[in-house]
């Protein structure tokens, strides 16, 4: 209990600290005159979720005696997200090759495999050493920017990896799953910034920014790999795509809906589900609801619908075809969902 209320003292002063030194210093802001967010305010919000996760883990890596070299291979793409987050005109291209480019560099030097994805035929390519690289890399630019894709509401992406944190812990405490005592460390690092910042970002009172879902959307994302690979195959594979599958798809459905309508992949568009979703909110109820506290309750539904997704894959958390079942099953509601919302919209 003691180290719960330090964790959570330091995680709540440092982001006081850190949004007060933004927002005087109008560093890193999404201003009503200049906004890089999808949602409409008056304020200046500090995008400030990049600069908090890096500096807390700093700071519990010499609490607890972590190896805080991650940090050094993290920064990097710190800095690709605060451009994104700083510089209109920043080119998605460029962004693209930069992550990949310090992606593989982590990937490289902390040797991270998937050894198995329970799929016989398709584990044969990874014994391939250069096939299993190559996956891990398209598997985590594929979430990470299916993150992105994904923010725009307040709470939605934060929340989604604060499911995820809650989904690791639950699996390995109640199926008497032991992980390393750093990785423990690290799910409680975790757990404790993602619930801090989940609470200021729900009442929008700073947002991740690019720079602060490509950290914590790669920080967590390595963190579902690692637990699985040490679970000595109790935990089935297919949990990080019951996991992991939002993010994951809304990029890759993003993609294909672009081609079908020959647009530019890059170029962003207002048909993603949980921007469809706030709409549909706004129309039935903006009359009556202030549109911030819209935007916020719109990202904690959607947030809500995935509950019952993380409580089966816990439930099934070594059963990989019912995981995969869950996985379609997820997919064709969503696929329904966004059909009503398309209609609705039109």
Request: glycine share 4%; charged share 15%; with cysteine.
């Amino acid at each position: 209990m003691f180290f719960l209320i330090l964790n959570t003292t330091i995680c709540i002063l440092i982001l006081l600290i850190i949004n007060y030194i933004l927002t005087k210093k109008k560093l890193l802001i999404d201003s009503p005159e200049f906004s890089h967010h999808k949602y409409k305010h008056k304020k200046i919000i500090p995008l400030s979720g990049g600069l908090f996760f890096i500096i807390s883990y700093f700071i519990f890596s010499f609490i607890y005696n972590l190896d805080n070299k991650i940090i050094l291979f993290l920064i990097p793409l710190l800095f690709v997200g605060i451009f994104a987050d700083t510089k209109k005109d920043f080119s998605p291209k460029l962004r693209l090759v930069l992550q990949l480019i310090f992606i593989v560099i982590f990937i490289y030097f902390y040797k991270v495999k998937i050894s198995s994805i329970d799929l016989n035929f398709f584990d044969n390519f990874l014994k391939n050493d250069f096939f299993n690289f190559f996956f891990v890399t398209f598997c985590l630019i594929t979430v990470l920017n299916g993150h992105n894709f994904m923010d725009g509401l307040n709470g939605l992406v934060i929340g989604n990896l604060l499911l995820i944190l809650a989904g690791i812990y639950l699996i390995s405490h109640y199926n008497g799953i032991s992980i390393e005592s750093e990785l423990s460390q690290k799910l409680i690092i975790a757990t404790t910034t993602c619930f801090i910042f989940f609470i200021f970002n729900l009442f929008g009172k700073c947002f991740l920014g690019d720079n602060g879902v490509y950290i914590f959307s790669l920080f967590i994302s390595l963190m579902v790999i690692s637990f699985i690979e040490s679970s000595n195959n109790l935990v089935s594979p297919l949990i990080a795509a019951t996991f992991l599958w939002y993010p994951a798809y809304e990029n890759l459905f993003s993609i294909l809906r672009r081609l079908k309508r020959k647009q530019t992949i890059s170029k962003p568009d207002n048909l993603h589900l949980h921007i469809l979703f706030k709409n549909y909110i706004i129309i039935k109820l903006g009359k009556k609801l202030n549109y911030n506290f819209v935007n916020s309750i719109s990202g904690f539904l959607i947030i809500l619908f995935l509950l019952p997704n993380l409580i089966l894959s816990i439930i099934w958390f070594n059963s990989s075809y019912k995981l995969l079942y869950l996985i379609i099953f997820q997919i064709i509601i969503y696929m329904i969902i966004y059909a009503k919302l398309i209609k609705f919209k039109k």
